[in-house]
């Protein structure tokens, strides 16, 4: 029986998957793996966990793989991608095919059809295909400039959004959470940290502006709003160029900040069919993992990764 392992490397997590030719048999998810965020080492014990437990999950020896697929951000570089590949043959003597995160995200929403996916984690991207097979992506060049609507974004804007309303009088149930988890003495303090170089993890902040969220905390939920409707605008500018005049669009979704919030969700719908109806919305959030175990299938029958 072959074996084929696939992995999602991402900033925050790594998740692994090994199964045979039709079905799963192992999961597992580790800590971040993307080497331009966080540097050779800690990319290299994220992978490796990922790896190791997922085969542990699997009841597989590494030996075993036949073929593995692994999406990483910024593997159209070829040093990211040699980096990668030499990371994992450490652990694997098989062949690795390194790929980057939007096409095991696609892989994973459409196969080998149209459509486009967007994706909403720690950052943000969207990326289509069309009938022809011509892609084209938004978004998701890094923190400083991007990702809007992403984990980051949404810890760095809440932050902003707690302080303004400070300014005026409010002192919203999120900005006492923020000061709890950051360990802020006063607001000083809180400032000081949000500006310090390199600055702080701001999506580890998500699950605090979402729990504030569901609780009614307006601020909280106005910064979620925000992120909705700003990644609506990802997966527009792509269909603009791609399907423009065409009929019903495949639009699917990935990332932890769609699958745990009904709000980012909700607004990003309703923003992208406003401008285009015809936009055929998957509710459920697809899983790039998946789209990498297929690609790995897919190498072992010599066809290549786009």
Request: hydrophobic letters at 45%; charged letters at 15%; a neutral charge.
């Amino acid at each position: 029986m072959a074996i084929y392992l696939g992995i999602d490397g991402g900033a925050t997590k790594t998740t692994c998957a090994v199964g045979d030719g039709k079905s799963v048999l192992g999961m597992a998810t580790a800590g971040g793996s993307n080497v331009i965020r966080l540097g050779e080492a800690r990319a290299r014990e994220g992978l490796h966990a990922a790896v190791r437990q997922a085969c542990v999950a699997a009841c597989v020896d590494p030996a075993q793989i036949e073929c593995a697929c692994v999406g990483a951000s910024g593997a159209g570089r070829a040093e990211v991608s040699d980096l990668v590949a030499r990371m994992m043959a450490e652990l694997v003597s098989c062949r690795v095919q390194v790929v980057g995160d939007t096409v095991i995200a696609l892989q994973a929403a459409f196969g080998s059809g149209p459509g486009v996916v967007t994706c909403a984690g720690t950052g943000s991207f969207a990326y289509g295909r069309d009938g022809s097979g011509h892609n084209s992506r938004a978004g998701g060049w890094g923190f400083a400039v991007s990702d809007e609507g992403s984990g980051q974004w949404i810890g760095r804007t809440a932050v902003g959004a707690v302080l303004r309303a400070q300014e005026n009088g409010e002192r919203p149930g999120l900005l006492a959470a923020i000061e709890k988890a950051w360990q802020a003495t006063s607001l000083n303090d809180l400032v000081r940290m949000a500006n310090a170089s390199p600055p702080p993890d701001f999506s580890a902040l998500f699950p605090l502006v979402l729990s504030a969220a569901n609780s009614g905390d307006t601020v909280a939920r106005t910064v979620l709003t925000r992120a909705g409707t700003e990644l609506a605008e990802l997966p527009r500018r792509v269909m603009r160029r791609l399907f423009s005049g065409a009929g019903s669009v495949p639009v699917a979704m990935v990332g932890g900040v769609f699958r745990q919030s009904a709000l980012v969700r909700q607004v990003f719908y309703n923003n992208l069919v406003a401008e285009f109806p015809n936009a055929t919305v998957n509710p459920t959030v697809v899983e790039p993992v998946l789209g990498a175990l297929e690609l790995a299938r897919k190498a072992t029958a010599g066809q290549v990764a786009r």
